[in-house]
């Protein structure tokens, strides 16, 4: 009998049965029960603390808010993909708003001078959020690559109020990501920010350096 068989087999005798390995409990990343406006009003509250905006909007009304923000901002550039329902409702919609759209479902080759020093903002949909941490969670797609909510200087996503779930956890369990995940999951928590030896926070280093959430209810 080799010293493991013998440390194992002393174990089993003390415990008086096999070992067996504990359930799993994932009930402290989970069973938060909140209401779908306690919910709503946890996001807000987190992704606004790290500069993030939130435009709440009805569904019918959201190209309209969208070309608001647009206006108000002085954007005149937009980077947005083609297939996606988003993308599809807010280029009819700015059709004749006097804003330049960009077309992101290509190779990067084909435009990287327009997308790193000409667009103003990138326009993208949302797989869904997380109240626990004011996250979004998105998916991108040929049709919407990562470096549209990446590299313009600012990033407008569109979440929809139902699909924001209360924890990471639910989410991957829920939609099944063990089953298959894409090459870049990104998770987004807001603008991107930096700080350097001295504390100082700085916007935009890294990536956008404005997110603005239209919430669609």
Not at 10 to 38: A, I, K, N, Q
Not at 83 to 109: I, N
Not at 130 to 136: F, K, Q, R
């Amino acid at each position: 009998m080799s010293a493991r068989e013998t440390i194992l087999g002393r174990l089993r005798r003390r415990l008086d049965g096999p070992l067996t390995p504990p359930v799993s409990d994932f009930s402290v990343m989970s069973e938060r029960g909140w209401s779908r406006e306690e919910r709503l009003r946890r996001f807000e509250a987190w992704i606004t603390s790290v500069h993030g905006e939130v435009i709440h909007t009805p569904r019918a009304d959201w190209t309209r808010v969208l070309a608001r923000v647009l206006a108000d901002k002085g954007i005149r550039r937009l980077a947005l993909g083609r297939a996606h329902p988003v993308a599809a409702e807010a280029r009819a919609a700015l059709a004749e708003a006097g804003v330049t759209l960009v077309d992101a479902d290509r190779p990067v080759e084909a435009w990287r001078e327009t997308l790193f020093h000409e667009v103003e903002a990138g326009l993208t949909s949302t797989a869904g959020g997380v109240a626990e941490t004011g996250s979004l969670w998105l998916w991108p797609t040929p049709d919407e690559p990562r470096l549209l909510s990446l590299v313009p200087p600012i990033h407008i996503a569109v979440l929809d109020a139902e699909a924001v779930e209360d924890t990471l956890f639910e989410v991957m369990e829920r939609h099944g990501w063990a089953a298959g995940m894409p090459t870049n999951a990104l998770l987004i928590s807001g603008p991107s920010k930096t700080a350097d030896i001295e504390q100082t926070l700085a916007y935009g280093v890294h990536g956008p350096r404005e997110l603005v959430v239209l919430l669609r209810h």
